[in-house]
């Protein structure tokens, strides 16, 4: 079992006001997958991820293969937004604000955000976006304050899983600011296939879950496969491939083979108990973010 140790922290923004959470406590860990000649997935190396950082690490995305950004609670109680570069070992800082920022994903130089504030009236949970070159915060969604995750959809529409009673998916064009809402009851985990298509987690009920694709030119849902009991995340891996976690298991499936999910490892035996996050970053490695 192999740690990989991080350090070099570099602040780049500084903002204004907003609320405290009391966050799980979480960590990372990354395994390297392989194909095998069957066509299957195997594990070939397993790493936990030993980060400067202490408490709530969540919601990973990759920026590039070996450049993943991640939310992390800092010392003032509050999320901040860092990122990691694999290949040289580095963590920097990318907000150091008085926000709490989640969910990151990076496009280019931009760095989007869910960011929540609060005042005496409430809290407010907003998308933004922050230009790591220029140092300019723009919040891009001011009239919606019930944002709960996001993924990009081309260069100008933005699908949002709405924090509504039931939770809703809608499209925010970001041109003209027109919000369509879709389906009701949908899960957390919302991925980007292409500008038109979207994978997707339809609640059926506390302990049903279905993952389905949305074509926003047709507006019609697929169905491709239920997931397993207490799954709520996915990622894509491309070609219809998906990957997803049940406890422990690590579990792959492939459209075009159909069947149910297959097991590609049982990560117990590296003192996972329970997997809530992943992310893949395209060709060989997945972060596994667990309790």
């Known amino acids: 079992m192999k740690k990989l140790i991080l350090a070099t922290i570099i602040s780049l923004y500084t903002l204004g006001c907003i609320a405290q959470f009391d966050l799980p406590e979480t960590r990372m860990a990354m395994v390297e997958i392989l194909r095998t000649d069957a ?29 993943l950004s991640f939310a992390a609670e800092s010392v003032k109680g509050f999320t901040d937004i860092m990122e990691l570069d694999l290949s040289e070992g580095k963590l920097h800082r990318i907000t150091d604000t008085r926000f709490s920022e989640f969910s990151p994903l990076r496009e280019g130089s931009t760095m989007y955000t869910l960011t929540v504030e609060s005042d005496d009236a409430g809290q407010y949970q907003r998308l933004w976006s922050h230009d790591l070159l220029s140092g300019e915060s ?62 997707y987690v339809q609640n059926i009920n506390e302990t049903t879950r279905y993952l ?66 992943l992310a893949w970053n395209g060709r060989d490695k997945l972060i596994l973010i667990y309790q």
């Open 39 to 67: 066509g299957g997935l195997h594990i070939a190396s397993f790493d936990h991820i030993n980060l400067p950082v202490q408490g709530y690490v969540n919601q990973p995305s990759f920026s590039s293969e070996l450049v």
């Open 138 to 199: 723009l919040c891009i969604t001011p009239e919606l304050d019930n944002v709960g995750y996001f993924t990009l959809l081309g260069d100008e529409n933005i699908a949002l899983y709405l924090v509504e009673d039931p939770s809703r998916l809608a499209i925010y064009n970001a041109q003209d600011n027109q919000l369509r809402r879709r389906m009701s009851k949908i899960g957390r985990c919302i991925k980007s296939i292409s500008p038109s298509r979207l994978a």
């Open 212 to 277: 389905k694709i949305l074509d926003l030119d047709t507006d019609k849902s697929e169905f491709v496969i239920g997931l397993p009991d207490g799954a709520e995340d996915f990622e894509l891996m491309g070609n219809g491939q998906f990957l997803c976690a049940s406890g422990s298991r690590l579990l792959y499936h492939h459209s075009a083979l159909g069947g149910a999910w297959s097991e590609v490892a049982d990560l117990g035996e590296y003192g996972l108990s329970q997997i809530t996050r």
